[in-house]
């Protein structure tokens, strides 16, 4: 396991990578305000807003969910980013499916100003150039790279610097198909895959069987491992080494890719709908 979770302690992952391009970029052509989207326990989120407090910009989340307005604070996510000074735009989860519409653009520049637009996940060309930077000449003795899958991003930047014998398998967190129209927006070859069977029916679900795995995994390993990525992600990998999907042999690198400040606010949910929490 490739640890990127290790890299910084509140940029986590792919997240410090996904970011460290477009902060330069921000700065470069003198934006003073990063803008961004996600929903209520976003990494993307909460990593925005330290960057931009560690980089002198100033935040703006647009989150999914306008109930949220009157209890942001009850949600770790919100709560900490808040506390790093992002300033929160609520909307209705209709709206937020316009976040990238030109008009819906153009009313947040007469809201707030000028600002460096950041997409959700933070997944643009520069996002997955620092993704590239990932592998390393280190990691040319594995055959097949494992990611989870998110918005695309991260994937493709493995994609794009992968040796040529290896194959990168990726996990999605969310239910469906569909993402492969993402990735093909910014990965140049056709080396990889995606395995759709272990997202434990969508974003953001889980239940016992998934936790238990995370918590035994971490009492195993000391590695801890999030629910709605790395957890599905590794749950995925050990069920089909043991369907023997891989050749023998095979040489697997996974990548962790952070993703650990979402566990408070799972717990919270776990709590209320009585299922066992995950360690920390």
């Known amino acids: 396991m490739k640890r990127e979770d290790l890299i910084h302690p509140f940029i986590s992952g792919n997240k410090f990578r996904k970011l460290a391009y477009n902060l330069t970029e921000a700065k470069r052509l003198r934006f003073e305000t990063l803008l961004t989207f996600g929903g209520a326990y976003s990494n993307h989120i909460a990593a925005t807003a330290f960057a931009g407090k560690e980089h002198g910009l100033k935040t703006i989340g647009v989150v999914r969910g306008e109930e949220l307005v009157h ?91 992968a040796e040529k014998h290896q194959k990168v398998l990726g996990f999605p967190a969310l239910k469906g198909d569909f993402l492969r129209k993402d990735i093909c927006k910014f990965a140049k070859r056709d080396n990889w895959d995606l395995n759709t069977e272990y997202n434990f029916g969508g974003y953001g679900k889980v239940n016992k069987e998934l936790i238990d795995f995370i918590n035994d995994f971490k009492l195993k390993t000391s590695i801890p491992l999030d629910p709605v990525y790395t957890g599905k992600m590794l749950f995925g990998i050990l069920d089909l080494a043991r369907k023997d999907y891989f050749d023998p042999n095979t040489k697997l690198l996974a990548i962790h890719s952070g993703g650990l400040q979402g566990i408070a606010g799972m717990n919270n949910v776990l709590k209320n709908r009585n299922l066992p929490l995950i360690e920390l």
């Open 71 to 161: 209890c942001w604070q009850e949600n770790p996510t919100l709560a900490w980013a808040k506390k790093q000074g992002m300033h929160f735009k609520f909307v209705s989860r209709e709206v937020y499916r316009s976040k990238e519409s030109a008009v819906f653009l153009q009313e947040l520049k007469e809201e707030f100003g000028s600002f460096y637009n950041i997409p959700e996940g933070g997944a643009n060309a520069l996002a997955v150039k620092g993704c590239e930077e990932i592998l390393n000449v280190n990691d040319a003795e594995f055959d097949i790279i494992c990611t989870c899958v998110g918005t695309g991003g991260t994937i493709a930047g493995l994609i794009n610097s």
